[in-house]
């Protein structure tokens, strides 16, 4: 029975690399806005808590930190040109 739940977790964390991968590509693409980003990013670690061992905790922080790096550069970018946009029309 460990082995089973052991590999469901790691399934689940397999799982929620490629959701907030897809989530962070549609952010970068324009597709979804950074309030709707965060949003779904909070959602899919939701749903992914409950099925995890407090060893494997880690894991899942390596995943945020590299997530919120994306999308915090690409929020930074996306200010530094609408502002530099805005300081060229005045």
Known sequence: MGTNNQAYVSTAL???????HE???R????????????????????????SLKPVQFDAVRVILLANN???MNEEARRSATKKASNDRVF
């Not at 324009?30 to 990013?41: E, G, P, Y």
């Open 14 to 20: 397999e799982v929620y690399k490629r959701e907030t």
């Open 23 to 25: 989530i962070v590509g």
């Open 27 to 50: 952010f970068l693409s324009h597709q979804l806005s950074f309030q709707d980003c965060i949003a779904d990013l909070h959602t899919a670690l939701a749903r992914l808590l409950p």
């Open 69 to 71: 790096d994306a999308v």
